[in-house]
């Protein structure tokens, strides 16, 4: 099965900084898929940025990108210029073509932004 | 209005009673999901299904069941719902073929919060 692994149940970073979140991943699939969703205090589950395993590039969506290192199996989210509004649950996953594109999450990082 | 919505938002029943969480979705997606979470321990799956006739056991679907009504709706029930699941609910749904952005990725509904006492 796929494992997630995150390891920074809570970070800080100050407004208008950069912010990197850790995700290490292991999965038996030759090729898959990287997504990092964000969970406000609201509870939502929003999407926000995938990475293939096969993508030669780096994901960039606005202030989120991704730090790929197939080799190290690390898809890191790194956000940019941080808001206030960035404070959430982060959840890194992967899904299994074996199980019907199960998600595998990891157990998230909280982050608050400081004003 | 919202691609996958959920009703209801929250829920607090008894132990031993009998609860139904509702999903629909407007996406057009053939593959529907649904996961628990709890506090610490991520989004865990519990049931998915690839179209009305196709429905698959997750990782904890002990106590649950489901019903897919039409492409649209998958619905969740507890027949005998017990303390321990008390959790948030998730609805998701992904595009069979890959079409949407980053290929599997998995569109949520806003969630519903199960109390049980």
């Known amino acids: 099965a796929q494992k997630i692994t995150q390891t920074q149940p809570g970070m800080f970073v100050q407004e208008k900084e950069a912010v990197t979140l850790d995700c290490t991943y292991d999965?038996?699939?030759?090729?898959?898929?990287l997504f990092w969703y964000k969970q406000p205090s609201s509870g939502e589950m929003i999407f926000l940025i995938y990475?293939?395993?096969?993508?030669?590039q780096n994901a960039t969506e606005g202030r989120y990108s991704l730090n790929f290192q197939k080799a190290r199996k690390s898809a890191n989210l790194v956000i940019s210029a941080s808001q206030l509004g960035d404070s959430a649950m982060y959840f890194c996953?992967?899904?299994?073509?074996?199980?019907?594109?199960?998600?595998?999450f990891g157990t998230g990082t909280s982050l608050t932004v400081i004003p | 209005d919202a691609d996958v919505t959920q009703t209801p938002r929250n829920r607090i029943t008894k132990t031993g009673k009998r609860i139904m969480l509702e999903c629909s979705q407007t996406?057009?997606?053939?593959?529907m999901y649904w996961y628990r979470q709890d506090p610490g321990l991520g989004l865990r799956l519990i049931y998915y299904s690839f179209d009305v006739k196709d429905i698959n056991k997750g990782e904890i679907s002990d106590g649950y069941s489901v019903s897919r009504q039409a492409q649209a709706k998958f619905s969740l029930s507890l027949e005998s719902a017990i303390p321990n699941q008390t959790a948030l609910y998730f609805c998701?749904?992904?595009?069979?073929?890959?079409?949407?952005?980053?290929?599997?990725?998995?569109?949520f509904g806003p969630g519903t919060r199960l109390t049980v006492l």
């Open positions: 998701a749904t992904s595009d069979l073929l890959g079409r949407g952005q980053g290929g599997d990725t998995q569109y």
């Open positions: 990475q293939g395993s096969y993508d030669e």
């Open positions: 996953a992967t899904p299994s073509r074996i199980t019907g594109n199960q998600f595998y």
């Open positions: 996406k057009g997606h053939d593959r």
């Open positions: 999965t038996s699939d030759q090729s898959y898929g």
